[in-house]
């Protein structure tokens, strides 16, 4: 069924609008703040509707949100397209994607949406949190040199995705937490060479099997626990000079099917466990 927002309702809290089974079609009309997660695993939801009203998020010192917050649509697997209500200042939607209004974020992708691969335009510096969350059609993504950050979550569950490519010259510095998490046919990687820290960001890639770390990469640290869970990772390859100096503990714990690791001259820490049940 069609859900239009009653007039009077401006704001939307964290899951208020959970697992909803019946709603095939979203409009927010006079909503001014959706908090993250107001909107998580609605059952048959293929489109929303952003009101001119509706614009990006902001936080202010005691923690008051407003606008549209990262994360704010979570889990939404049937979703096909998102809409922008002509007069939005912040917003606009292209072939169904929401970005903001200059290009340069991309917001949110709607995981239902046809075909196997995207190419993110040229213009987008940043990847919101959850943006690809569940697009389980794609099976690639090219990831361009404009893009400086990426957030938490942003290729999550992903399930089909099985190459991440970094137009070179990245300008990707780190991959925030859980990046990648539960992409589970994701078998390799090659790392951007900007990337100067990693942490846990292919946390449940069960099927991960290689990175690649390229010549004159800038990665300074691998962080507590980054591959406890990816128990088919065979090869971590440097293919030349590398900045890497510390491997925090537990960083390859339990990495059963690690076969090679060349330390770079570079490494001066090696923490507690680091290579514990390789």
Do not use: W
């Not at 709603?23 to 993250?36: A, G, H, I, Q, Y």
């Not at 900007?194 to 946390?203: M, P």
Request: charged share 25%; glycine share 6%; net charge neutral.
């Amino acid at each position: 069924s069609d859900l239009t927002v009653p007039d009077d309702i401006k704001r939307i809290c964290s899951f208020a609008m959970m697992a909803v089974k019946n709603m095939t079609s979203l409009d927010l009309k006079n909503v001014e703040t959706m908090e993250k997660s107001a909107l998580y695993k609605p059952t048959k939801l293929e489109t929303i509707t952003i009101p001119k009203e509706l614009k990006k998020g902001t936080i202010t010192g005691n923690n008051v949100t407003s606008g549209l917050q990262d994360g704010a649509f979570e889990e939404c697997l049937k979703l096909k397209e998102y809409k922008v209500e002509a007069g939005n200042p912040d917003f606009e939607a292209v072939d169904g994607v929401l970005f903001s209004k200059d290009h340069t974020k991309l917001c949110y992708y709607p995981p239902a949406k046809e075909g196997v691969s995207y190419t993110i335009p040229t213009t987008v510096t940043e990847l919101g949190q959850k943006a690809f969350q569940g697009a389980n059609k794609l099976t690639s993504m090219v990831v361009p040199v404009g893009v400086k950050t990426i957030g938490i979550e942003a290729f999550r569950n992903m399930l089909n995705l099985e190459k991440v490519e970094f137009a070179k010259p990245s300008q990707v510095t780190d991959f925030k937490q859980d990046v990648f998490r539960s992409c589970v046919k994701l078998k390799e990687v090659v790392l951007p060479a900007s990337i100067t820290e990693l942490a846990s960001a292919f946390y449940e890639c069960k099927e991960l099997e290689k990175i690649t770390v390229p010549d004159g990469s800038k990665l300074k640290k691998i962080k507590a626990s980054a591959f406890t869970t990816n128990k088919k990772l065979k090869n971590f390859n440097f293919e030349g000079s590398c900045e890497l100096e510390t491997i925090e503990s537990n960083a390859f714990f339990n990495a059963e099917s690690l076969e090679t690791f060349k330390f770079p001259k570079s490494v001066k820490k090696i923490e507690l466990n680091a290579f514990s049940g390789c």
